[in-house]
């Protein structure tokens, strides 16, 4: 039984002009991942949904410069949101402004089907860097890989490879981290060098790729258990054969 309930899917994309069409591709693209997904409510004060008689329309007009504002589908006991934060260039790779487009769903045989179409949808209509889709007990583990100091050790305390920081990356391309699901687009898998046909068969057997040339690549057939021996090995192969990700490398 999965732990964690909610999945969280994150897309990383250049910063969000006023009234970018991106807004609205990505909430298209989660529609056409999820059959019978319409995020077409907004949120009062109090959480409760509150129908949109020309979400398009909102939406568009409400798309700020670096953000759009939460959407949901309506359903309090089923809720799927999504929405897209500022992230500053301080803080991001290569120093450049992006854009977080944010979606969470249940982490149920539903949540599990659509997700890696999900994730497409959304990173895709984002034309986003990279992305990922993990059970939201990923943040702790996460954060305890990132390097903060140079004394830091080699290792987190579950074995993974420590990662530099988000802000210490030099391209907007480098993924940050691996998840249970990982969108890389085309410059980010040139960057990392996926796929490399002799290396890869374990990846390339969840691997897909994308209509822009990106790849969708899931590491473990169940959500990511960083309890589960198997998915730490599969992560720790994972970061050895790419050490692009959340690494300089020469």
Not at 9 to 16: M, N, R, S, T
Not at 97 to 104: G, K, N, Y
Request: with cysteine; aromatic share 6%; charged share 20%.
């Amino acid at each position: 039984m999965n732990k964690s309930r909610t999945l969280i899917v994150i897309a990383y994309a250049p910063a969000l002009a006023r009234h970018d069409d991106r807004a609205l591709a990505i909430v298209h693209g989660m529609e056409q991942s999820l059959p019978g997904l319409r995020l077409q409510w907004k949120l009062a004060g109090g959480g409760r949904p509150i129908a949109l008689s020309d979400r398009d329309a909102w939406l568009t007009e409400n798309t700020l410069d670096g953000a759009f504002p939460l959407l949901c589908n309506g359903d309090e006991s089923y809720p799927i949101t999504v929405s897209g934060r500022d992230r500053s260039g301080l803080f991001s790779p290569g120093g450049q402004d992006q854009v977080e487009v944010h979606a969470r769903l249940p982490l149920d045989e539903g949540g599990i089907t659509a997700a890696s179409a999900l994730l497409e949808g959304m990173a895709e209509g984002a034309r986003a860097f990279w992305g990922h889709a993990s059970p939201d007990s990923y943040g702790a583990e996460v954060a305890r890989q990132f390097r903060r100091s140079p004394q830091a050790p080699e290792r987190s305390p579950r074995g993974l490879p420590m990662l530099d920081l988000p802000e210490k990356l030099s391209a907007p391309e480098t993924p940050c981290f691996l998840g249970w699901l990982n969108h890389w687009s085309s410059a980010a898998a040139k960057l990392i060098g996926f796929p490399a046909p002799t290396h890869d068969t374990g990846l390339l057997s969840r691997a897909r790729s994308t209509a822009s040339g990106g790849w969708v690549v899931q590491l473990t057939d169940a959500p990511l258990d960083y309890d589960n021996p198997s998915h730490l090995d599969a992560l720790q192969r994972a970061y050895e054969r790419l050490p692009a990700i959340g690494r300089r490398t020469a």
